[in-house]
């Protein structure tokens, strides 16, 4: 019987899914919570799984982890940036992912730091709990212009909602084309127009070599002393540093970001010392709906992959390794 491994199942999020009894039809499961301390617990932890399913992305899969998996045939999860795709693919893992699952519950936590953000949520709050009585004045959405940076599934997601509080949206990204910009009904500008125009900017780039340090001093200086910055992508984009300098300096009004990577942040973050943000722990797309998607759509990839049928693969050449050719069974 396939030996089947659930990650990551804090809160209970997986076996309160109730995709377990569809699982265990296929195989042997075995579910854990929080990742083990150490490299070596984990491998132990996961050495006889052929199929790994992880919920939550806290689990590392890199290249020395999977190295000592010879069992593991597949991986699938709700997002492989914590995945060594290309060592996976190597070692003949399929890695397949849940695409799309979180979109909604991520485009609502955008606008629940915008909202913050524009009306000093966070700094009221914190007076009165000090039993100080300190409104804060804001500013309105309303007639403002919203800046996305990458129009993708969730920048589109954050254009639907934003346009309901009345913003202008414009957009840039660097696949984003005139057709696309329109079905969205977004106004599509060049990547420094953006920066100049908007009141707020909201980041949604995939990472890579051209998106690292995308967000820094040079882009930040081009920003009006008003504007604010929404941050909801992966740690690299935004040189957090240099957004922290801007912050202390008054160059920008004011930042709200949903960190990660790494999971728990480093302590020493410059951006948790810099004023008028709002942080978050990488929870914007943690939502009872969001892990009810993922698990029934991680159980999907499972069960289609034991029956011959690899679904949202994204590493198609593991398919065709030596390790592939043995059946899973």
């Given at each position: 019987?396939?030996h ?27 579910v854990y919570?929080?990742a ?22 806290r ?9 000592n ?10 997002g ?9 693919t ?5 890695v ?9 519950s ?8 915008m ?5 000093g949520?966070?700094?009221?709050d914190?007076?009165?709990r ?9 500013v ?7 800046g996305?940076l ?18 202008h ?9 005139p ?7 977004v ?23 051209l998106?690292?340090d ?10 009006k002393?008003?504007?604010?910055l929404v941050?909801?992508?992966?740690t ?6 240099q ?16 960190l990660?990577?790494?999971?728990p ?12 943000t ?11 709906e ?9 159980v999907d ?8 049928r ?14 592939q ?5």
């Amino acid at each position: 019987m396939t030996h089947i491994v659930v990650c990551d199942d804090v809160e209970g999020a997986f076996r309160n899914s109730g995709e377990l009894p569809r699982l265990q039809a296929a195989g042997n499961v075995t579910v854990y919570g929080a990742a083990p301390p150490t490299r070596q617990a984990l491998v132990e932890r996961l050495r006889p799984a052929k199929v790994i399913l992880t919920m939550r992305g806290r689990t590392v899969f890199d290249r020395e982890t999977l190295a000592n998996l010879p069992e593991l045939h597949l991986i699938a999860s709700s997002g492989p940036h914590r995945i060594d795709v290309k060592a996976a693919t190597g070692s003949g893992i399929v890695v397949a992912t849940t695409a799309g699952t979180s979109t909604e519950s991520v485009a609502d936590h955008v606008l629940a730091l915008m909202l913050a953000l524009a009306r000093g949520v966070v700094p009221a709050d914190q007076a009165l709990r000090q039993c100080r009585w300190d409104p804060v004045t804001g500013v309105e959405l309303a007639g403002k212009t919203l800046g996305i940076l990458g129009l993708g599934r969730i920048g589109r997601a954050v254009a639907r909602r934003a346009v309901g509080f009345g913003l202008h949206v414009i957009a840039w990204g660097p696949t984003l084309t005139p057709e696309r910009a329109a079905a969205s009904a977004v106004e599509m500008v060049g990547e420094e127009e953006l920066f100049r125009r908007a009141d707020v900017v909201s980041v949604h780039l995939l990472y890579s070599e051209l998106s690292r340090d995308f967000v820094n001093a040079k882009r930040l200086a081009l920003m009006k002393p008003t504007a604010l910055l929404v941050d909801i992508s992966r740690t690299g984009i935004v040189n957090r540093q240099q957004l922290a300098e801007a912050l202390h300096s008054g160059r920008i009004a004011g930042a709200a970001t949903d960190l990660c990577d790494p999971c728990p942040v480093d302590m020493n973050d410059p951006i948790l010392g810099a004023p008028r943000t709002v942080l978050t722990p990488h929870m914007g797309w943690q939502t009872r709906e969001s892990h009810q998607r993922a698990a029934r759509d991680s159980v999907d990839i499972v069960l289609s992959y034991l029956e011959g049928r690899p679904s949202n693969v994204v590493n198609a050449d593991a398919l065709k390794s030596p390790r592939q050719a043995a059946s899973v069974q």
